[in-house]
């Protein structure tokens, strides 16, 4: 479809939903969010309990289009809310202005580490999504490729054209790989063994796609042997039956925070701060832990089947605040020295 007619066409029912919304006496908030699509129905649906005032209207893609898509919009905002978006984009964000700072209500059971530091924080943390490997154990087999346990395996020979990772230009996922690579290897301005193992790793990856889902997804119906993801994916399509284990390597694990902010281009200031309010409660949390191994309020999710009861202790140490201050240029070293095997953007 031609993209005007489709924009048209997303315009209009925009358009038509707003007549709707208006008609039953409804606020309307539009929410940009990087959120798996699976997800948004529940979210909404839990929110919708405590408020049915509230109509959510939901701009989704991935994390570095949301992402680049609010800073394109800066002069000129959309959204009232930012919900399900990595706290490294939202650190960004905040450095522009373009946050509301905000103490929900239920802000002092959320971990300190999974929240901005300032009072009040321009961004809390909902939970953690972190790497992992999806690994295809029947192509493994007729390949006769080993299951890697470190990511420094996946340098071996036998792995080449056999492993796809995301974009970390358009996901959100790719994005903590590469900066728990440099946290743990060392960035060096592009000359540090961070960068090193990215070259080494560029020569066996087949694909960089535009998904954080995606690599897991093709690993899981056999098109790749090792897909470099992220757990909720890769828990979710174990559960369905695919054929993979799912890795979690030894020297340490990319993680980011799917986190909430109020935009500071809304006008509807009070219904906002309600969904925030709700995205920070104990309800929101046992919705978030059906998903994720952790949440932001600790001891609220349960175990999930396939990930090992240490992940949290897993994560690479991250600073938010570094990866914000330093993604243009990460993203254009990156991008410079191996965006030629990028799938093509849609």
Same mark, same amino acid.
């Given at each position: ?15 038509? *939903?707003?007549?709707? @919304? /208006? ?5 309307? &908030?539009?929410? #940009?969010?990087? %959120?798996?699509? =699976? ?47 990595? *706290?490294?984009?939202? @650190? /960004? ?5 373009? &946050?509301?700072? #905000?103490?929900? %209500?239920?802000? =002092? ?238």
């Amino acid at each position: 479809m031609n993209p005007s007619i489709r924009t048209t066409i997303v315009s209009a029912c925009l358009g038509l *939903a707003t007549v709707a @919304a /208006l008609a039953q006496g409804k606020t309307q &908030l539009l929410v #940009y969010t990087a %959120l798996e699509t =699976d997800q948004l129905k529940a979210y909404q649906e839990g929110f919708n309990k405590v408020n049915p005032d509230i109509e959510l209207k939901w701009v989704r893609d991935s994390t570095g289009v949301i992402t680049a898509k609010l800073l394109a919009e800066k002069a000129n905002p959309q959204a009232d809310a930012v919900m399900g978006v990595a *706290a490294s984009s939202l @650190a /960004l964000l905040d450095k522009q202005g373009m &946050l509301i700072p #905000y103490a929900p %209500l239920n802000l =002092d059971a959320i971990m300190s580490q999974y929240r901005d530091k300032k009072n009040p924080p321009a961004w809390f943390g909902m939970n953690v999504w972190g790497a992992t490997i999806c690994f295809n154990t029947v192509e493994a087999q007729k390949k006769n490729i080993p299951k890697p346990e470190t990511w420094k395996d996946l340098l071996k020979p036998v792995y080449k054209g056999q492993v796809v990772m995301p974009n970390p230009a358009s996901s959100g996922t790719g994005f903590f790989d590469v900066t728990a690579w440099l946290t743990l290897w060392g960035d060096k301005n592009g000359k540090g063994d961070g960068w090193k193992f990215m070259d080494g790793l560029h020569e066996n990856i087949a694909q960089y796609t535009h998904s954080g889902s995606k690599p897991c997804n093709m690993a899981a119906a056999g098109e790749y042997v090792v897909g470099i993801s992220f757990e909720y994916r890769a828990n979710a399509n174990k559960a369905k039956g695919a054929p993979i284990d799912l890795v979690f390597p030894k020297e340490g694990l990319g993680w980011d925070l799917e986190a909430f902010a109020i935009h500071a281009g809304t006008k509807k200031l009070d219904a906002a701060k309600k969904l925030a309010d709700w995205a920070s409660s104990k309800d929101a949390m046992q919705l978030y832990g059906k998903n994720f191994a952790i949440t932001a309020q600790p001891g609220v999710a349960a175990p999930l089947a396939n990930v090992p009861k240490d992940y949290e202790a897993r994560l690479v140490k991250m600073d938010f605040y570094w990866a914000a201050e330093n993604r243009e240029r990460i993203l254009a070293e990156w991008t410079t020295r191996y965006n030629a095997k990028s799938e093509p953007r849609k």
